[in-house]
């Protein structure tokens, strides 16, 4: 092969490769957009602008290298309010907020989960810090793993997540139809849920494939279901 040959191969190599990074670039910002537009509908529906949760408040996108299977997700965790904790507050405003495409059908939400605010806590280590931040997700972390198993995580650089997985069921649609095609069980493997006593449950969010129902419930800590997962993120470096 001649110089000319190779150097007009390598070209359409590199101008392919060109144009791949463009697009997910191009994907990306489009991505990025629509997330601050829903976010700032949810926090004039939710905590009527106040100060530090405003649209404003929404700091810029951030450039960071993504591995395939992340995310960049915007979030929101709201403060403590009316004697209600702020990873409460959260959990319950973003589960109203998610709307459910037409072919998810309706929502249903564990009655003790949504009554019985003493029987959801934080997992040992999880910290819950509010304020809207990026953060990068990881929606395939621990595939099959139990969320008890993920709790001794020794990774350090990323967390399990609590209502990031409600952020993301509404502000990434893509991943959505994802989940639901997979039928997947998607752990909060950052929460401990009390259904009875001392039985400790993780929260998740799931399908009734039989009637398309999106649900949000929680299953044994030490389950190990196949098609499960335990999301994490991590924190941008700026």
């Given at each position: 092969?001649?110089?000319l040959c190779r150097s007009q191969q390598e070209l359409k190599k590199y101008t392919a490769e060109r144009d791949v990074c463009m697009n997910?670039?191009?994907?990306?910002?489009?991505?990025c957009r629509w997330q601050i537009m829903k976010v700032g509908v949810f926090l004039e529906i939710y905590?009527?602008?106040?100060?530090?949760?405003?649209?404003?408040?929404?700091?810029?996108?951030?450039?960071?290298?993504?591995?395939?299977?992340?995310?960049?997700?915007?979030?929101?965790?709201?403060p403590d309010y009316d004697e209600v904790v702020g990873f409460r507050n959260t959990l319950e405003a973003w589960w109203d907020f998610l709307k459910p495409q037409s072919t998810f059908g309706e929502k249903w939400c564990l009655s003790k989960?949504?009554?019985?605010?003493?029987?959801?806590r934080l997992t040992p280590g999880?910290?819950?810090?509010?304020?809207?931040?990026?953060?990068?997700?990881?929606?395939?972390?621990?595939?099959?793993?139990s969320a008890e198993e993920c709790w001794d995580m020794t990774?350090?650089?990323?967390?399990?997540?609590?209502?990031?997985?409600?952020?993301a069921a509404t502000l990434l649609p893509d991943l959505m139809k994802d989940w639901k095609k997979r039928l997947l069980l998607v752990n909060m493997a950052g929460y401990q849920f009390y259904q009875i006593d001392?039985?400790?449950?993780?929260?998740?969010?799931g399908y009734w494939d039989n009637i398309q129902r999106l649900k949000l419930g929680c299953v044994c800590s030490s389950m190990s279901i196949k098609d499960c997962?335990?999301?994490?993120?991590?924190?941008?470096?700026v």
């Open positions: 092969m001649n110089i997910l670039a191009q994907d990306l910002q489009r991505q905590f009527d602008n106040q100060p530090g949760f405003m649209s404003s408040d929404i700091p810029p996108v951030p450039h960071v290298k993504l591995k395939p299977n992340e995310f960049l997700l915007l979030t929101v965790n709201l989960l949504k009554n019985d605010y003493g029987s959801l999880t910290k819950y810090i509010p304020g809207i931040r990026w953060v990068i997700f990881d929606p395939t972390a621990n595939s099959g793993k990774d350090t650089s990323a967390r399990l997540v609590t209502n990031e997985v409600l952020m001392d039985w400790n449950s993780t929260v998740y969010l997962v335990s999301p994490t993120v991590r924190d941008v470096l």
